[in-house]
């Protein structure tokens, strides 16, 4: 057996070419440059396979691999016997190739359907680009919704400390500016005064014209001493008809002036109705020895002492 397959006494391929130096070297060079080529195609197929684990098709890819190293192995035997003759061996070589391509074949066809149904690189790219275009369009939403969310938590922050009826700063957040004017004057060894302005005989325009012209005069009181006080200073609604009004960097003379200020301006409002506003405004202007409630609680005393003095005046 092995003596058949071993048995290189055939006569050598070459005698067939009659040894012509033409068709040697298109024989020799054609299989000697197809055999090259087959030992190295293997060897990168057999690279992709191990770098590519993403890659499901291993099997076809290592059975091309075997069928091209089988017809490269064919080829250098082909190349062996123009000068030997081992038919033998190269004839089980060929039905090896065969067999393996025959494999292949049958594989590739079997998963041809799966490598049509792959996506192509142009629908991936387009696919990709909808995904970033999705990606930007939530990002211009989340941008969107944060402005609104910024927006609606301011609206709500003013919300929260303004008075409903009169738009200026509700009792929460005038004790809030208050404390805080407080802490600044303690911290800096500066001085702060408070106005707490009681409108007088408020429950008689009340019975007499209502509730709403109440309201009315209401805001226009509240107009008129954020007119009169400046920007730095806080004005707030303190209860029904008391203001209180936080002056900082005020002396006490300083808070008494703009108070009789504030109380002309009051008492130059003018309704439809044949009655006359006016307020009674205490002044107390901050120590390093007061706290917020001492101060606040002299300015009602002050507030008292203006109504006791017979209203529409202003009081230490
Ligand atoms: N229209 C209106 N009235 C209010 C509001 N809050 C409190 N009041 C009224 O303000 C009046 C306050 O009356 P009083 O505390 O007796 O004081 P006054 O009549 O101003 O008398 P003096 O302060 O002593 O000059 C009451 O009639 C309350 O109903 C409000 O938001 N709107």
Redesign the pocket.
């Known amino acids: 057996m092995l003596e058949m397959v071993f048995n290189g006494s055939f006569m050598p391929h070459g005698h067939c070419l009659l040894w012509r130096w033409d068709l040697l070297f298109l024989h020799v060079g054609g299989d000697a440059l197809t055999g090259l080529a087959y030992a190295m195609i293997p060897i990168a197929l057999i690279h992709i396979v191990l770098k590519r684990d993403d890659l499901n098709f291993d099997r076809l890819f290592l059975l091309f691999a075997g069928f091209i190293s089988f017809c490269g192995i064919t080829h250098l035997l082909g190349l062996f016997n123009i000068w030997h003759g081992y038919y033998f061996i190269e004839g089980v070589a060929k039905l090896i190739t065969g067999l393996i391509s025959i494999v292949t074949a049958v594989v590739l066809w079997k998963l041809t359907p799966r490598i049509v149904a792959l996506p192509s690189a142009a629908l991936l790219a387009q696919r990709n680009q909808e995904l970033l275009n999705a990606q930007q369009e939530l990002k211009d939403i989340n941008m969107t919704l944060e402005a609104k969310i910024a927006e609606r938590t301011r609206e709500l922050h003013i919300q929260a400390s303004t008075d409903e009826?009169t738009s200026i700063l509700n009792r929460r957040a005038i004790l809030k500016d208050l404390d805080n004017e407080i802490n600044r004057c303690q911290r800096h060894h500066q001085i702060c005064s408070v106005l707490m302005l009681?409108?007088?005989?408020?429950?008689?325009v009340?019975?007499t014209y209502g509730?709403q012209v109440?309201?009315e005069v209401?805001i226009m009181i509240a107009d008129a001493i954020t007119q009169t006080c400046r920007q730095t200073d806080s004005v707030g609604r303190y209860g029904?008809?008391e203001f209180l009004i936080v002056l900082p960097q005020t002396d006490s003379q300083q808070a008494y002036e703009l108070a009789e200020r504030i109380r002309k301006s009051v008492a130059s409002i003018s309704t439809q109705h044949p009655f006359s506003v006016s307020c009674?405004i205490g002044v107390a202007t901050f120590d390093e020895t007061l706290d917020m409630h001492t101060l606040i609680k002299r300015a009602d005393e002050a507030v008292y002492n203006a109504?006791e003095k017979g209203?529409n005046c202003v009081s230490h």
Not at 198 to 204: A, E, G, I, S, T
């Open positions: 009826l009681d409108v007088d005989y408020f429950k008689h009340n019975d509730h109440g309201d209401l029904g008809e009674s109504k209203r």
